[in-house]
């Protein structure tokens, strides 16, 4: 593996880092990345903070089709350049 990460992989990683979901050598990585970055700091808090707040969906739970379709046509005009 890597002697680091860049902001990218964290974006990327940041999920199963939360999640407790990486091994260890990836764990320390992220975090070695986090003690110098104050940005990705922050993303990996608003990360927390956002599903300390909503929690997490239920897999019984359905999303409307109507709400799905809203959700798609607006990451659709946000990526748009």
Known sequence: MAEHVTCQEVV???TDYVEGA???EETTLVEQ???FCDGCDWYVHQ???TIAAVG???AEEEVPQEVKAKLLD???????P
Do not use: G, K, M, P
Not at 74 to 80: G, K, L, T, V
């Open 12 to 14: 990327e990683l940041v």
């Open 22 to 24: 990486l091994d260890q």
């Open 33 to 35: 990345h986090l003690n």
């Open 47 to 49: 990360i927390r903070a």
């Open 56 to 58: 997490r969906v239920r």
């Open 74 to 80: 607006a990451f659709r005009e946000w990526r748009r």
